[in-house]
């Protein structure tokens, strides 16, 4: 033993020394700074309607909303509702978007990534305004990105020591991590009904990576738990054990850019949900088009909610073709080298605008959160001189489109290797951007979420590719075959 030991050539002072976090650092105070001008440049938090007085009107009363949107993001305004401050809510996201640039760093150096290359991962979720806007307004995708990168790490945090048998589940987080995770997942799906299939994804990764059962089954129980305390709850006011009731108008407004009542021969009861001659310019726009099939029939849209579930999945039944064509057409549209407009009245782009921006005062919900959650709320205005500032701050849509398409490339490519480090932040990114074209529509807002899972799985894809040495393990300088062959020399 002691011969052998003699024989290991020690490593150079410099090369024992753990790098330093200095220019990760540099990026997070850059990183900071910008937020900080955010908020000086804005008087208050973006408000949209009708999305921000859904949520702000949920946490006030603290009973699921009927139609689109689950409560989760509702509880975390409910949490700061003593305060009664809507710029407080811009502040802790801002706070939160700083979070997820420091997980996606300490997951890629915990991998073994440099800190350039760990830091350069972090530059869109850090740097692009796009982000940037999203922690500045009352919505929930924010919330959603943080509660799955955190997911993420909890399950990849464990490494596997390089060269370990197969049999060893290598890389497998311990069942309390799954559970952790597990949660996570689940109030994502909470925040966002589209994470929810996520956690059957986790499940699926940790059978791949030949998981002890009790691990994986304390993922899906730590998941399932309170999605179904939730759907028990929804139950309770709405009558329906179900997460949300619009599925099923989302599903059919994503069939009438291609659905032809000529083919799909649907029963008279689905009959009146046929295109009846209204085109919009996106399948979103039919769920609020006054005159599309279903705004046309007696009472409120989403109490046609199963009637058109049951409509849209005849139609793709019949004409899946039509159906994978329009996903594949709108998905494309994420990855173009300048932005293009989805739909036409949206005017996507990676700058700070400059403008003010009322609110629609004539809605009644306004006035009742007014009153209910935060007096001073009021409609959005740039501030001088900031708001000039960060007019100039330059950001090529290029970085959030066509790059964004490069690293899918490279993290798909990637996760085919031996050690697929890669595959779990690859196919976290593929879903969550496909995932809202499939269920609705191409938006520009629900590509964000994907980007950062995207970095993620180039940045492990590209580390495993060009690393030609073994990791190390245990000991500085041992490898975990050479510490194998320690073993049976002594």
């Not at 987080?173 to 597990?182: D, I, L, N, Q, T």
Request: charged residues 15%.
């Amino acid at each position: 033993m002691a011969a052998t030991l003699a024989g290991t050539r020690p490593l150079a002072p410099a090369a024992r020394r753990p790098r330093g976090h200095g220019l990760f650092a540099c990026v997070l105070a850059l990183a900071a700074a910008l937020r900080v001008l955010v908020i000086l440049g804005y008087d208050t938090a973006q408000l949209y309607w009708y999305d921000s007085f859904t949520y702000l009107d949920t946490a006030v009363h603290m009973q699921p909303q009927a139609a689109f949107h689950p409560a989760g993001y509702s509880w975390f305004l409910w949490a700061l509702r003593p305060f009664r401050s809507v710029e407080l809510i811009a502040g802790v996201q801002h706070a939160m978007g700083l979070g997820i640039g420091v997980m996606i760093y300490a997951l890629l150096r915990r991998r073994s990534l440099p800190g350039w290359g760990a830091a350069l991962a972090t530059v869109p979720v850090l740097f692009d305004p796009s982000f940037l806007r999203l922690e500045h307004a009352v919505l929930s995708d924010l919330q959603v990105i943080f509660l799955i990168t955190a997911a993420l790490v909890v399950l990849m945090w464990r490494r596997a020591p390089s060269g370990a048998p197969r049999g060893l589940w290598p890389g497998v987080p311990s069942a309390r991590a799954a559970a952790v995770a597990g949660l996570l997942l689940a109030l994502a799906g909470l925040t966002r009904t589209a994470a929810v299939p996520l956690l059957a994804l986790a499940a699926g990764w940790l059978l791949l990576r030949r998981a002890p059962w009790r691990r994986v089954a304390a993922l899906v129980l730590a998941g399932v738990l309170p999605l179904a305390a939730y759907a028990g709850w929804y139950a309770q006011h709405h009558g329906r054990f179900a997460l949300s009731g619009s599925d099923g108008v989302a599903l059919w407004a994503r069939t009438m850019t291609f659905a032809d009542c000529s083919i799909i021969k649907p029963p008279p009861a689905e009959a009146p949900l046929c295109p009846n001659g209204t085109v919009a310019d996106a399948a979103s726009e039919y769920v609020w088009a006054p005159g599309a099939s279903l705004n046309r029939l007696p009472g409120d849209r989403f109490a046609h909610n199963d009637l058109a579930r049951s409509f849209a999945l005849r139609a793709i039944a019949v004409q899946p073709l039509d159906y994978l064509r329009e996903v594949a057409r709108d998905t494309s549209l994420a990855f173009t080298w300048s932005p293009v407009p989805h739909p036409r009245r949206m005017n996507p782009s990676t700058t700070f605008p400059r403008g003010s921006w009322p609110l629609p005062e004539q809605h009644a919900l306004v006035a009742k959160v007014r009153s209910e959650y935060d007096p001073g709320i009021r409609g959005m205005s740039s501030v001088e001189p900031y708001a000039s500032i960060l007019a100039a701050y330059p950001y090529p849509w290029f970085l959030h489109g066509t790059v964004f398409g490069v690293l899918l490339l490279a993290g798909g490519l990637g996760s085919a290797g031996r050690r697929r480090a890669a595959l779990l932040p690859w196919a976290i990114a593929a879903f969550l951007l496909l995932a809202p074209v499939a269920a609705l529509d191409f938006d520009h807002r629900y590509v964000l979420p994907a980007i950062p899972f995207a970095c993620v799985s180039a940045a492990l894809a590209v580390a495993g590719a060009v690393s030609g040495t073994p990791r190390t393990w245990g000991f500085p300088g041992l490898t975990f075959r050479r510490l194998t062959s320690l073993r049976k020399n002594t």
